[in-house]
């Protein structure tokens, strides 16, 4: 397989970027407290009112601050390590690299549309161009026919947990769209924001995503082991988001009960659980096919 110069050089501007966004997210303070407005929509929004985020609400704001800590503690570091473990010719550091690119891709194409805008605008922009880049450079550079005949994970299990995967988000995502139609009102949670951008992007493209590998998978084509891997690694990353970001909200005095608090962070544990358990054994037959 071919190991173009630029891709490095792309991930490594991922790097940078993402821990000047990270580190000035996480870290950044100014005074200032949360305060009510009235959005367009005759609605009553609470916005986060301190920090790189005071533009959000304090629900996004907050959650932000844990996929900070998350992006600088974790994602940055598996970036690096993916990235050393495609320099050495592994088919595994490869493979790996494309996931958590994968995750970087997903996380600022969210900011850099989702966000409200602040001064790091541009530098979501930029991390955007570089992961998605630096993903689709992966992708078209992978030899795909090295992952046909692995026998690990077996087929069936990982094709059920793509189904599952997507079935969820269509679910999770979907009900409180149709029900807001329905209703002829916004969707929760939209408040002071235009549009729901989590909910297009895993609408459009993450849950079509996992039905098409599950059933590339069942056939046995290598792409749909190829295709499993972003997915997976993202379910895997997004479960410490999704705790951290809930401690955080939490934290900020966003009025949870104990059932939205648990359900979620469950959830997402139990998913990001077994997204690694096939992953690792997908990364191990990988490693010996190289």
């Not at 997903?106 to 530098?123: E, H, R």
């Amino acid at each position: 397989m071919t190991r173009p110069i630029a891709l490095p050089i792309l991930v490594g501007s991922v790097v940078l970027f993402a821990l000047i966004a990270s580190v000035v997210g996480l870290f950044s303070r100014s005074s200032g407290t949360p305060y009510s407005t009235t959005t367009l929509r005759g609605q009553t929004a609470q916005i986060y009112g301190q920090g790189l985020y005071r533009f959000d609400t304090v629900f996004f704001g907050a959650g932000f601050k844990g996929q900070d800590a998350v992006i600088l503690f974790l994602g940055v570091p598996l970036l690096i390590i993916a990235l050393l473990w495609y320099s050495r010719g592994s088919t595994a550091g490869h493979l790996l690299l494309l996931g958590v690119l994968a995750y970087f891709l997903y996380v600022y194409a969210s900011m850099a549309v989702g966000a409200a805008y602040n001064s790091l605008f541009l530098i979501y922009v930029a991390a955007f161009a570089a992961s998605l880049y630096g993903f689709v450079l992966s992708f078209s550079t992978f030899d795909i026919q090295s992952l046909a005949g692995l026998s690990s994970p077996p087929r069936a299990p990982l094709a059920a947990f793509m189904i599952f995967a997507g079935v969820v988000t269509l679910g999770v995502w979907g009900a409180p769209l149709v029900t807001a139609l329905l209703s002829r009102s916004a969707p929760d949670r939209i408040d002071t924001y235009t549009t729901m951008v989590t909910y297009a992007i895993d609408l459009a493209v993450i849950t079509p995503a996992t039905f098409l590998c599950a059933a590339l998978v069942f056939r046995g084509d290598p792409l749909g082991y190829f295709i499993a891997v972003p997915l997976l690694t993202l379910i895997i990353l997004l479960a410490p988001q999704i705790v951290l970001s809930t401690v955080f909200q939490r934290a900020a005095g966003v009025p949870f009960s104990v059932g939205e608090m648990i359900g979620p962070i469950a959830g997402f544990v139990i998913l990001g659980a077994v997204a690694a358990g096939l992953l690792v054994p997908l990364l191990r037959a990988s490693a010996h096919a190289t």
